[in-house]
């Protein structure tokens, strides 16, 4: 066999080698992207439920009966907080784009406000805490609007949550609004 013969075999087997690394480096790349991807978007969707949670558990909470305002302090402030919003914050800061976060923890806040309303005596029919569950679902879909824009998914273009009594959703089976 003579030396050209025997460095084409070689520069082939190169070749080889390098293309079938790189192919696998890519498929590598993509996998690791998507295992990201369902990672980030179990963490949007962990976070907006305890953020739900934590609105239906302050509701639920003060439309009990309690023995003194202590007692109704204490279940509106435990509903809150038992609702894993916190520790799912933290989670979103670890792994979402700084816009995302932002948005997370300005509904986060809205959340606290309603809460403290309601620990101070507003009732659910208050304005006061009209106002502050509107801007809570209107950011609670901006904070979605976000994370499905983060994950490359529509935005939904209506408040996931709820809707303002002075403002019902367009009707999207019929077109019109209620």
Do not use: C
Request: net charge neutral.
């Amino acid at each position: 066999m003579d030396l050209k013969t025997l460095a084409g075999i070689v520069f082939g087997a190169v070749v080889s080698l390098v293309t079938t690394a790189l192919v696998e480096r890519t498929r590598w790349k993509r996998a690791l992207g998507q295992e990201g991807n369902q990672i980030l978007r179990e963490s949007y969707v962990d976070y907006l439920a305890a953020l739900a949670q934590s609105h239906e558990g302050i509701r639920v909470a003060s439309l009990r009966v309690y023995g003194g305002i202590d007692e109704r302090t204490a279940a509106i402030m435990e509903a809150f907080s038992g609702s894993d919003l916190y520790q799912q914050r933290f989670r979103l800061t670890m792994l979402a784009p700084p816009r995302v976060v932002e948005l997370g923890v300005h509904a986060l806040r809205q959340g606290r406000r309603m809460r403290d309303l309601l620990v101070e005596g507003a009732g659910l029919d208050s304005a006061p805490f009209r106002d502050a569950q509107t801007n809570f679902y209107e950011a609670v879909q901006a904070a979605s609007d976000e994370m499905r824009g983060s994950l490359d998914i529509a935005p939904l273009g209506f408040m996931p949550m709820g809707w303002p009594s002075d403002r019902p959703p367009a009707d999207p089976l019929h077109g019109g609004g209620r």
